[in-house]
């Protein structure tokens, strides 16, 4: 008589797990014996991807996308600052060291969350996303490296219309968009399905960025108030020229010193500092034949010329400048900087003594 074994009706689960070795340490116990320590992560391998993972994975995707575009603009401007020495950057650098300062740490976040959750081998949506990103990173880099190669021949050759310093910068920046480009390529790829790698891209990106962002901070503090002596100028040159000629049409004459000046209460208070701290020289130019267009004996219009100077710390360039008068100290280099300016206005002259004719004396002594 054979003896029948029971058997279980459930069916056996057709899910199989696949361990991947996180990270392994080795020690030695009191018996002086290896120790291997393992951390193992398990994932089945027909685990379906779910909607957490892919709302992380292009919530990532987009927030480096962020970082990338705007991590460029944060090195130029730095490099830019320390190149050329003009203002005109550092009155940039707080827009791209906040838009750092808040898209670094949000997409560092999103992409931690987005690793906890991550496929070592990706399928599905999933899979299907990171296809996508690694298009779309691809196409990105080949323009970046094409223009930081152009930028590079323009130096090499000298047929550009800019100075050789200013090709470097731009294939500096080109260079510095196609490396992170490349890491984030390498990282959606992750060819060896390391998890170390995606956690090391991220580090990377978090560490450049604050060290850009600190250099773009801590070195213009360095001659801040140099540079704020230089904005000061910058801002109420005008309007003490302004009060010049002001002062020329009230008084028919220019004022022999910017002391003379009055109604300072109605100036800003850029302008009145300005004449405080004596930033600004005047040298009114006199002329010794005025071309009057009246020939009255009291008074006439003539044209009054006049100078004033500045000592720049820094020198600042603008690409566009606001003001309508091409007299002003807004666009300077560093150094002394002069502008002349003119005002055709109502002027008295001083009378002249009446001369009298010379009668002859004809009563001369008698011979």
């Not at 279980?8 to 340490?25: A, I, L, Y």
């Not at 480096?64 to 950057?89: K, N």
């Not at 931690?112 to 399928?123: D, V």
Request: with cysteine; proline share 5%; hydrophobic share 35%.
């Amino acid at each position: 008589m054979t003896k029948v074994t029971p058997t279980n009706n459930k069916p056996e689960p057709t899910e199989t797990s696949e361990e991947q070795v996180v990270s392994e340490t080795v020690t030695k116990n009191e018996a002086g014996q290896q120790v291997i320590r393992r951390v193992v992560r398990r994932t089945a391998q027909n685990e379906s991807t779910s909607g957490t993972t892919i709302i992380f994975q292009v919530l990532s995707y987009i927030g480096w996308a962020l970082v990338i575009s705007g991590l460029p603009w944060l090195f130029d401007t730095v490099v830019r600052f320390f190149v050329f020495s003009s203002s005109e950057y550092v009155s940039v650098i707080p827009h791209v060291a906040a838009t750092a300062l808040v898209l670094v740490p949000a997409a560092f976040l999103l992409d931690m969350f987005y690793r906890k959750r991550e496929q070592l081998h990706k399928s599905g949506g999933e899979l299907a996303l990171s296809i996508v990103a690694l298009v779309l990173t691809g196409l990105a880099g080949l323009p970046s490296l094409i223009y930081a190669f152009t930028q590079f021949f323009y130096f090499i050759l000298g047929t550009g219309d800019q100075t050789g310093t200013e090709y470097l910068v731009r294939s500096g920046t080109g260079l510095f968009t196609v490396l992170i480009l490349a890491g984030f390529f390498l990282r959606t790829l992750n060819r060896k399905k390391a998890t170390r790698l995606p956690k090391l891209y991220s580090l990377t990106m978090l560490t450049v960025s604050v060290a850009l962002v600190l250099t773009a901070v801590i070195s213009p503090i360095t001659n801040r108030q140099q540079r704020i002596d230089d904005r000061l100028i910058e801002v109420g040159n005008q309007e003490v020229i302004h009060a010049i000629k002001s002062y020329a049409r009230s008084n028919g004459k220019l004022p022999a010193s910017l002391k003379d000046i009055d109604n300072r209460d109605k100036m800003s208070s850029e302008a009145r500092q300005l004449l405080d701290q004596n930033l600004l020289e005047y040298k009114p130019i006199t002329t010794d034949n005025p071309s009057p267009s009246s020939t009255s004996s009291s008074s006439q219009y003539a044209t009054l010329s006049f100078e004033v100077c500045a000592t720049f710390n820094t020198k600042n360039k603008p690409y566009f400048s606001y003001s309508s008068s091409s007299n002003n100290l807004k666009s300077h280099d560093a150094g002394r900087t002069c502008t002349r300016d003119e005002i055709w206005t109502h002027v008295k002259v001083p009378k002249k003594p009446a001369t009298t004719p010379q009668t002859q004396d004809n009563t001369g002594d008698a011979s």
